[in-house]
């Protein structure tokens, strides 16, 4: 019998059904689905199927030295021992094994971890590696007719990653969690990844902090001319209020004219092909965070839809078929013209970024999907399992549009700027005009706002109908949204294609950010400057950026993973020796920096700080810090993480705003009804007092209360 052993299930049911012709058989194995034919069976895992933990003894985080974490020896753990039994029970009866998982460093451990087990119970068994890019019928049965072998070192350097990051993470977090006294569901939780991505955010806010705003004055005007209106400006920014007044009285003093007309035709280049990074800021720009956005190109990938969202890729391979690919898109109605004119083109030459790797190509469409918009307009163009959601079809869309756009002509503007002379004053206009949409006709996604001015001549009077001094003033620098933080972390070498949006989302979901663009808490703020005092070197991407390169020696064979984890354990030793020194100076700082956090507003009845606390049996709620002295509080949901938003409310000027993230919406005592939206949940919990006021007038009217 022969094994294929994929990542998923939804995998191993496509890549069944196309190597059987659609007449594998449904079989369960121990509560695992298996797929049937020919002598063959194909199971799909549930990802990782050990990980790597302490043993039983170093669990007690309150008996056990931190230190003792660096070198304690691991133990790997079964995370899903049925998928374990249907593995061995396979085992028994096969002669080959073939692994399928994703061909990247993760998947590659994941294949090893199965293969692990298979060998246990027959270790004679033959062994080979399926490697593709898309699960589409034309892929798999090339990559099944050419299979290859497992490349350990790749599984070595995922590994010595996975090891490397318990360790750091175990033995930081709980040093942080027991000097600040924040055990169980409120640790801190430090990382040799998430803590540098931090510190970027948290420059960020210190540097928004401490800006200055300086004041200046531009001179703007309306000038109307025989052929219609525009507006323009003096080039110069004034220091000086009184600067500018003279420079406004000189121009209101004499007639203007046209110095100058100069028209440039400018062409604007098609994007380069999506890698995930470029893929994450663009799915952003519509609305999808980091983690959406790639969990639902996993989604599609795992349906056939798509190639591979895990790229650094920005060139096309020579292997695949761009012509066929447009003509495949010719099928969904909106996106039908836009094919059929890049199809006439004789000969397609993408654009191309900098980056080429030969893992996988960037990510293109690689099937036709039924979509809702396509399923209005002119009935299925595939199959019920390849229906999408709203949400799929909008992601699967970004990338068909990206595509057609990489094949399509440039855009061609034309770009104009004209100077007005006015009392020995100039005045500028700048207007563009778009003359060929090109790639903008598809990729409806890019900026294209036409700035027109009306036909102009040198040497032509015009009529300045309103001049005026505007006032205005530096601005302090952006927050970082979750996309640009992502590229961020590309630049500096912070994690991998595969982790940034998963590091990412977890600094939210420990507390460490609010809003997008993130805002550090006041936690964050005092982890990273305690982290900065008495270990620089974990808020550094040289450190994370370093053991980034050495695991990459680990895949091409140069460095062993034992020589890459030593290494670690002794920088991570240096790290907290520094650290224990100073062990209450960081709790005290910790626990100021909480409290901070918690504070919601004002007592209405004393106007002592209200802030955040949990009973010990869990339940949630406001009461002011005086208490026992002052009984005021205010129920809270029983679930989900509560944000406290910077935005006051208008009733209870008083009071700041809260979300809960991931609740489950429902009636509660001091609540009303959440709102479900899509997978997460984000209810808009709004005042606490007016909450807790609605609810308490509902139960009245309903006999609740006398």
Not at 78 to 107: F, M, N, S
Not at 404 to 410: G, H, I, K
Request: glycine residues 6%; hydrophobic residues 35%.
């Amino acid at each position: 019998m022969h094994c294929i052993i994929t990542e998923k299930d939804t995998a191993a049911r496509r890549i069944a059904a196309i190597l059987s012709g659609g007449k594998a058989k449904l079989k369960k194995v121990g509560g695992i689905n298996t797929y049937e034919f020919d002598n063959k069976v194909v199971i799909g895992l549930r990802g990782h199927i050990f990980q790597f933990d302490f043993p039983e003894k170093y669990k007690n985080w309150s008996r056990i030295d931190p230190y003792e974490l660096i070198y304690a020896d691991l133990v790997a753990v079964p995370i899903r021992k049925d998928v374990v039994k249907a593995l061995e029970k396979l085992a028994r009866r096969a002669e080959r094994v073939t692994i399928a998982t994703d061909y990247d460093r993760e998947g590659e451990l994941i294949g090893v971890e199965a293969l692990s087990i298979v060998k246990r119970v027959n270790p004679a068994v033959a062994v080979d590696r399926m490697r593709f890019s898309a699960i589409t019928e034309k892929d798999i049965k090339e990559s099944f007719a050419s299979r290859t072998e497992i490349d350990f070192n790749l599984a070595a350097a995922a590994e010595a990653r996975e090891i490397i990051d318990l360790i750091w993470g175990a033995t930081l977090t709980r040093f942080f969690s027991l000097a600040a006294q924040r055990l169980g569901k409120d640790f801190l939780s430090v990382g040799r990844v998430q803590s540098p991505t931090l510190a970027l955010l948290v420059d960020r806010e210190r540097e928004i902090a401490t800006f200055v705003p300086q004041k200046y004055w531009e001179i703007h005007a309306h000038i109307l001319s025989q052929r219609g209106k525009f507006e323009a400006k003096h080039p110069s920014k004034f220091s000086q209020r009184s600067e500018a007044e003279k420079a406004l009285a000189r121009i209101k003093s004499a007639s203007a004219v046209i110095a100058e007309v100069r028209e440039k035709e400018r062409r604007e280049k098609p994007p380069t092909p999506f890698d995930t990074t470029a893929f994450i800021l663009s799915a952003r720009r519509i609305g999808f965070s980091p983690k959406r956005a790639m969990d639902i190109a996993e989604n599609l990938y795992l349906r056939g839809l798509i190639s591979y969202h895990r790229t650094d890729n920005t060139v096309y391979p020579a292997t695949i078929d761009l012509r066929g690919k447009v003509k495949m898109l010719t099928r969904i109605p909106a996106l039908k013209p836009h094919a059929e004119e890049i199809l006439r083109k004789k000969r397609l030459k993408p654009t191309e970024g900098k980056k080429k790797t030969t893992d996988h190509p960037p990510i293109h469409p690689v099937s036709v999907p039924s979509s809702p918009q396509a399923e209005r307009e002119s009935g299925s163009c595939g199959g019920a399992e390849a229906r999408l959601s709203e949400e799929e079809w909008r992601i699967y869309e970004l990338v068909a549009r990206r595509f057609l756009a990489t094949l399509s002509d440039d855009a061609v503007w034309k770009d104009t700027v004209v100077k007005i002379s006015a009392g020995g004053e100039m005045l500028v206009a700048r207007g563009k005009e778009l003359k060929n949409a090109g790639f903008l006709a598809v990729y409806t996604y890019a900026k294209k706002a036409e700035q027109k001015i009306p036909p102009l001549r040198e040497g032509e009077t015009v009529r300045i109908e309103k001049v005026e001094i505007v006032e205005k003033e530096t601005e302090p620098p952006k927050r970082i949204s979750q996309a640009s933080l992502v590229k961020k972390m590309e630049e500096l070498g912070i994690g991998t294609k595969s982790t940034r949006h998963e590091i990412i989302s977890k600094l939210y979901e420990r507390k460490y950010l609010r809003g997008d663009p993130a805002k550090p808490t006041e936690k964050a703020i005092a982890l990273i400057e305690l982290l900065r005092k008495y270990a620089p070197v974990i808020t550094k991407a040289d450190m994370t950026r370093a053991l980034e390169q050495e695991m990459e020696k680990i895949s091409e064979g140069t460095r062993s993973k034992d020589e890459v984890v030593e290494a670690s354990r002794e920088m991570l030793v240096s790290v907290f020796k520094e650290m224990e020194t100073h062990r209450t100076e960081i709790g005290e700082a910790l626990k100021e920096a909480g409290r901070a956090d918690e504070y919601v507003g004002a007592c209405p009845e004393c106007s002592s700080r209200l802030i955040i606390r949990s009973s010990r049996r869990g339940k949630r709620f406001i009461r002011c810090e005086r208490f026992p002295e002052c009984s005021f509080s205010l129920p809270l949901p029983a679930k989900g993480r509560i944000l406290v938003t910077e935005e006051h409310c208008d009733v209870h000027p008083s009071l700041l705003k809260l979300k809960i993230v991931n609740a489950k919406g429902g009636v509660s005592k001091g609540g009303e009804k959440g709102k479900r939206r899509s997978r997460s949940s984000v209810w808009d919990f709004g005042c606490p007092l007016c909450n807790f006021l609605r609810w308490k007038e509902g139960a009245s009217e309903n006999g609740e209360e006398k």
